[in-house]
């Protein structure tokens, strides 16, 4: 009797011992969670202070940087510039010299931008460039000086239909990416 009487005392002391660490478990673990969250949402809104305060800060010249180069990238899109350059009578050599001065001009007018964007964005709108001028002449490779304005015109529309993306598309989303993540 008196050994039966001990286990249930031993048992009884192991239940309020698993009692009190079950108990400071639950306690530990909704205090932890509880705090996460709370320093979770202090950081959420600290980030959200200093972005409203660098908005207030965004001068003219940095909005009209993201507006110009989104134009720059719809401007030497390979088929908008087929629409806007291509005539009547034109050979290939002939518009295959105006895409890729185009390229460059818009470019150049626009390199200042490059001030007030990051590098990270700068490189996409270059690499851009850069792309869009190799894609002009691998598709006047595959002409014949002397062809019509219109087949190169073609080869060059042929070629954007099977990249998934083409460089220009690239650039504007890395530039409207990066446009929201610092003003919106």
């Not at 691998?138 to 014949?144: E, G, M, T, W, Y």
Request: glycine share 2%; aromatic share 8%; hydrophobic share 40%.
């Amino acid at each position: 009797m008196v050994g039966y009487k001990r286990c249930i005392r031993t048992m009884e002391w192991i239940k309020d011992i698993l009692i009190i660490v079950l108990t400071g478990a639950i306690i530990f673990a909704t205090v932890y969670f509880l705090m996460k969250q709370f320093f979770d949402n202090q950081e959420k809104l600290k980030r959200l202070e200093l972005r409203k305060e660098y908005s207030k800060n965004i001068s003219p010249q940095q909005m009209q940087a993201y507006e110009r180069l989104i134009l720059l990238m719809e401007r030497i899109h390979p088929e908008n510039m087929v629409m806007r350059l291509q005539q009547p009578g034109m050979n290939a050599r002939n518009l295959q010299t105006q895409l890729l001065k185009s390229v460059r001009q818009e470019f150049e007018h626009n390199m200042a931008q490059q001030l007030y964007i990051s590098s990270e964005a700068w490189a996409l709108v270059k690499r851009s460039k850069e792309e869009t001028v190799r894609l002009v002449n691998l598709a006047a490779s595959q002409c014949k000086s002397d062809d019509e304005a219109m087949e190169l015109s073609k080869n060059l529309l042929n070629m954007t239909t099977q990249l998934e993306r083409l460089p220009t598309e690239v650039a504007l989303e890395g530039i409207k990416k990066e446009f929201r993540s610092r003003f919106a």
